[in-house]
């Protein structure tokens, strides 16, 4: 049996990512006890129904009360009321952490509320489905992706950035560290801005109600089924990222559009060679991700004649 990472872990919010944190946590035997806390009582009384957590509480207050860790897994936009709700009630030397998808304005709202004697150690880990909820939640949800950690300041305490990192790596992620301005730039890129495309899709595939009537349906065995299940996610998650992200997800969705533009004027004028030469550069770029061994989950190209 491994020691314990920490002895008391409290998790804040009992959904998708908590529940996920909680069955991994177990699975590694990372902590002592785990307590919960959620905000509505028919969350709580699920919690209790499926054994998700050690011990549900009532309040935000019992929760933390004596936890070595705190994790609000809660959406973005309540991390600051969360933080003001429980910081009286924080044990002194205490690691305060989160999953927000956003950096920048979780530690914004979170930092001002905290008292002088936790560290804060905001995180963010990269693994989800479109999901939501208690029951939502599976042990392996984190195994092989990765976690990001956001130190709030440059003289965070590397004693407890080591040791979150220690509980990450044994719920099966692999860590990195990054600043919060960069974090929140390069997710624009790879999850906020794909998931408004997303939405966008969707919404437009629906604008035409005869394809949505059974068309969709049927053919959307292919990328569009992607879409339909990105566009599932939790309204408030992405309400909230976008609210809270809005420099950089504006920025790239400025890119973005320019590029839409040049490739829809391409079409328009029958410039075969500029979308032949783009889409020779993304293919490009595709399998140098997959070659430089960063898309664990994708097939091989080329699938040729069966191995024997
Ligand atoms: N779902 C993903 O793919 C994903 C991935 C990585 C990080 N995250 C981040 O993790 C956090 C939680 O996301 P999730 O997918 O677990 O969401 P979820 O909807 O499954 O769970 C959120 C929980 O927070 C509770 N909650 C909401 N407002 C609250 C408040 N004011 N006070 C107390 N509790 C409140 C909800 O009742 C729910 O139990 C978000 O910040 C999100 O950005 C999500
Ligand atoms: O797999 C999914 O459903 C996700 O969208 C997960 C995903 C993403 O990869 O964009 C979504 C939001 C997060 O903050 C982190 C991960």
């Known amino acids: 049996m491994t020691k314990p990472v920490f002895d008391r872990v409290a998790l804040i919010g009992l959904g998708l990512i908590a529940s996920s944190m909680f069955w991994a946590i177990k699975r590694g035997g990372l902590a002592g006890e785990v307590t919960g806390y959620a905000r509505s009582q028919a969350t709580r009384d699920t919690a209790r129904d499926i054994g998700l957590c050690d011990r549900v509480c009532d309040t935000v207050a019992d929760a933390v009360e004596g936890a070595d860790l705190v ?27 989160d999953v927000g998808s956003v950096k920048r304005a979780v530690i914004d709202a979170v930092q001002p509320h905290l008292p002088e004697d936790v560290h804060f150690v905001p995180a963010h880990p990269l693994a989800g489905t479109e999901h939501s909820g208690p029951e939502s939640g599976f042990a392996e949800l984190y195994d092989n992706r990765w976690c ?92 909230d990222v976008f609210l809270n992200n809005k420099d950089a997800t504006l920025e790239i969705l400025g890119r973005f559009t320019e590029e839409l533009f040049a490739l829809q004027r391409a079409i328009r004028t029958g410039d075969g060679d500029h979308l032949f030469d783009y889409f020779t550069h993304t293919r490009a770029i595709r399998r140098g991700i997959i070659e430089a061994g960063q898309d664990t989950e994708a097939p091989d190209f080329g699938r040729g004649a069966p191995k024997s």
């Open 148 to 239: 990001i950690i956001v130190p709030a300041d440059k003289d965070t305490s590397p004693e407890a950035v080591a040791k979150l990192r220690a509980l990450w790596e044994g719920m099966g992620a692999n860590v990195d560290q990054m600043d919060a301005d960069h974090h929140d730039l390069v997710l624009a890129v790879t999850s906020h801005a794909p998931h408004l495309i997303a939405y966008t899709m969707v919404g437009v595939a629906d604008d035409l109600r005869r394809v949505t009537d059974s068309e969709v349906i049927k053919y959307s065995a292919a990328g569009f089924r992607d879409f339909t299940r990105i566009a599932a996610s939790d309204p408030t998650m992405w309400r």
């Open 71 to 97: 994790v609000l897994c809660v959406p973005v936009g309540a991390m600051g009321s969360v933080a003001a709700e429980m910081a009286a009630s924080l044990k002194s030397g205490a690691i305060i952490s």
